[in-house]
């Protein structure tokens, strides 16, 4: 079955990095485009980035472009999410995402939580 595992959130100051990791299994990573998810507190779920199946190509949303860089390790079925200069309003559980055979697939989520 499809399994999604995302981990390397946690606390960290603002201006601060972290690089979250979702090591995916049970369908073929390498075929499938790859996205980050987050959500905070009140609010909708959030597309945050996306990858290609290949990795040549990402997107990003406009609140994390130039912050964030989403990459993956087709070897590895890992995909990476690395952050910088984060602000507090990145807070939020970021989840990892495939969609495979029309259906939607996400991890738990792990917690980043940007504070002073």
């Known amino acids: 079955q499809v399994q999604l595992v995302e981990s390397g959130g946690g606390l960290v100051q603002p201006g601060g990095s972290l690089r979250l990791s979702c090591a995916a299994s049970g369908f073929t990573f390498s075929s499938s485009t790859m996205r980050w998810y987050r959500q905070a507190p009140g609010k909708g779920r959030e597309l945050v980035a996306s990858?290609?199946?290949?990795?040549?190509?990402?997107n990003y949303a406009d609140s994390v472009k130039g912050r964030f860089t989403a990459s993956r390790d087709n070897a590895k079925n890992r995909v990476y999410l690395q952050m910088s200069s984060l602000k507090p309003e990145d807070t939020a559980v970021y989840y990892c995402n495939a969609v495979t055979n029309y259906t939607n697939y996400w991890g738990q989520g792990t917690q980043v939580t940007v504070s002073s």
């Open positions: 990858i290609s199946s290949a990795g040549g190509s990402a």
